[in-house]
């Protein structure tokens, strides 16, 4: 018998598992609805390598997506599973890997459903451009919180939300500069850094770190920077 995913998953948005579901055959397309991914990726990747050195490390990326964050922690030597519950990227995600020669493991999961069976088994835990298309937030958190060994990394990204991220995050990227697709982020869903901050140490984690995300629309180019006033990155690190 079929049931809908949104049962199987309360904590998942049938509309927006569908928009990624159509949109997976251009997830490696460097010039597609996905070219921020690709720009964003060196930036927070070097960052995470920074902070946690992911070679030999056992890495777990919630809401993998297509592979592009997970690909890449695994050519630094991670050993690497990616979760999500967007079928098609997934599917995506494992034709790419298994082309380019790359050592990920895929699996269809929430990051609640994978923490009843692997809690306490990753050096890192990776949610990132994920905690805004979810509407309880906070549980997804907790979940990584469970999954991350003590003493672990996890580490977050999402987007601010105040008039300045809807600004630009939102009336920007997506009805003047068209980068991302008409209905991307709602701003209802944004997170505002102490309110991250605040459900992660509620989950037993603690900020080590921050950076924001800054985008320059005349080189195309994004950097990290100290100002989370628009998108931002979170370090935290489990209790030994």
Request: hydrophobic content about 45%; some cysteine.
């Amino acid at each position: 018998m079929y049931i809908p995913t949104s049962e199987l998953h309360p904590n998942a948005d049938p509309a927006e598992l569908a928009r990624f579901n159509k949109l997976a055959a251009r997830w490696w397309d460097e010039q597609s609805e996905f070219k921020p991914l690709h720009r964003i990726n060196p930036h927070r990747l070097a960052w995470i390598d920074s902070l946690c050195r992911l070679a030999g490390k056992q890495v777990l990326d919630v809401g993998c997506g297509g592979g592009i964050l997970a690909e890449s922690m695994a050519r630094h030597g991670a050993k690497v599973t990616g979760i999500d519950l967007a079928d098609k990227p997934l599917q995506i995600a494992r034709w790419h890997a298994q082309g380019q020669a790359v050592d990920v493991r895929y699996a269809y999961s929430s990051a609640e459903a994978w923490a009843t069976g692997h809690a306490g088994q990753y050096d890192v835990v990776t949610c990132m451009e994920m905690l805004e298309h979810v509407p309880q937030p906070s549980a997804v958190i907790d979940a990584c919180a469970a999954l991350v060994k003590p003493g672990g990394w996890v580490f977050f990204s999402t987007i601010n939300r105040n008039p300045l991220s809807y600004l630009l995050a939102i009336v920007g990227v997506e009805y003047v500069l068209r980068i991302l697709p008409v209905g991307t982020h709602q701003y209802r869903r944004l997170i505002k850094p102490a309110e991250l901050a605040g459900m992660a140490r509620d989950a037993g984690l603690v900020q080590t770190d921050q950076r924001g995300l800054g985008y320059n629309p005349l080189t195309q180019r994004f950097r990290l920077h100290g100002f989370l006033g628009v998108g931002y990155l979170l370090a935290m690190q489990k209790a030994a």
